[in-house]
C-alpha cells in the first residue's frame, strides 16, 4: 500500500493563484521529501523537510509538516504557467528503512 | 555538471525478449534505484544498490535483475520482457541514505 498519499489528484487554477496540495502518510518518517514531474521528464527535487522541522521555504514554495497529524503540505504562491506539472510527495519511515515510498502524485494545471 | 542519463529513451520490444536499460551517473553517488512509473501506481522500486557490488530486491522486482559493477552504472535486465512490463522506467541516484534523489529522464518501453 501506498505510504504517502498526494490530495488532490488533480488541481486546476489561474496564473497568479496559489496552489495547495497535501500529502498524508501512514508510520512515523524521518524525512518527507516533495518532487516535481514536467510531463515526459525525470523528476526533480524540491524541498527535502526532516521529522524535527515543521516549515521550510525555497523561493515560492512553502513546505509544512505536522507528524501528528502525519500529513505535510507543498503551497506554490503566485502560480505561474511554468509550474503545470505533477508533484509528489515521497516519504522515508523511521526504523532503519532506506527505501523511499513516493505518492502517486498531484497534477496541477496552472492556465496564463 | 554531473548528471544522470539512461538509454535508450525509447525501446519497442517483443515478449520473451531480454532486454538491457542502462543507466549512468557522474555524481560518484553510493545509491542507486530503478523505478517503473504507470499511470494509476505513481513510482515503484524495483531494485536498488547501496555501492557497488550491492543489489537489493524493491517492491516489484519479480522478471528484474540488475549488477553493479561499478559505481557510475546501474543496468536494469528485463530477462524475457512481458506485456504487464510496458512502462516508463527511471533511473535515480542519491548521496546518502534517506537524501535527494537526482533522476534521469527516463526510458518509455513497450513489449509487444
Known amino acids: 500500500s501506498q505510504q504517502g498519499e498526494e490530495d488532490p489528484q488533480a488541481l486546476s487554477i489561474q496564473e497568479g493563484e496559489n496552489a495547495t496540495m497535501n500529502c498524508s502518510y501512514k508510520?512515523?518518517?524521518?524525512?518527507l521529501q516533495w518532487y516535481r514531474q514536467n510531463s515526459g521528464r525525470g523528476l526533480v527535487h524540491l524541498i527535502l523537510?526532516?521529522?524535527?522541522?515543521r516549515e521550510k521555504h525555497s523561493g515560492r514554495l512553502r513546505v509544512t509538516l505536522d507528524t501528528s497529524k502525519k500529513s505535510s503540505s507543498l503551497l506554490i504562491t503566485a502560480s505561474r504557467a511554468a509550474d503545470t506539472a505533477s508533484y509528489f510527495c515521497a516519504t522515508y519511515a523511521s526504523g532503519g528503512s532506506y527505501i523511499p515510498t513516493f505518492g502517486r502524485g498531484t497534477s496541477l494545471i496552472v492556465h496564463p | 555538471d554531473a548528471e544522470i542519463t539512461q538509454s535508450p529513451r525509447h525501446k519497442i520490444t517483443e515478449t520473451g525478449r531480454q532486454v538491457t536499460l542502462a543507466c549512468h551517473q557522474t555524481w560518484n553517488h553510493n545509491n542507486m534505484f530503478w523505478y517503473r512509473q504507470d499511470l494509476g501506481h505513481g513510482l515503484r522500486l524495483i531494485h536498488y544498490?547501496?555501492?557497488?557490488?550491492?543489489?537489493n530486491k524493491g517492491e516489484v522486482s519479480d522478471g528484474y535483475s540488475v549488477s553493479r559493477s561499478n559505481t557510475e552504472d546501474l543496468p536494469l535486465t528485463l530477462e524475457s520482457a512481458a506485456s504487464s512490463q510496458t512502462s516508463v522506467y527511471f533511473c535515480?541516484?542519491?548521496?546518502?541514505?534517506?537524501?535527494?534523489?537526482?533522476f534521469g529522464p527516463g526510458t518509455r518501453l513497450l513489449v509487444l
Open positions: 535515480a541516484s542519491s548521496t546518502g541514505l534517506q537524501e535527494t534523489q537526482y
Open positions: 544498490s547501496y555501492g557497488v557490488h550491492d543489489t
Open positions: 523537510i526532516r521529522s524535527n522541522e
Open positions: 508510520t512515523s518518517i524521518n524525512n
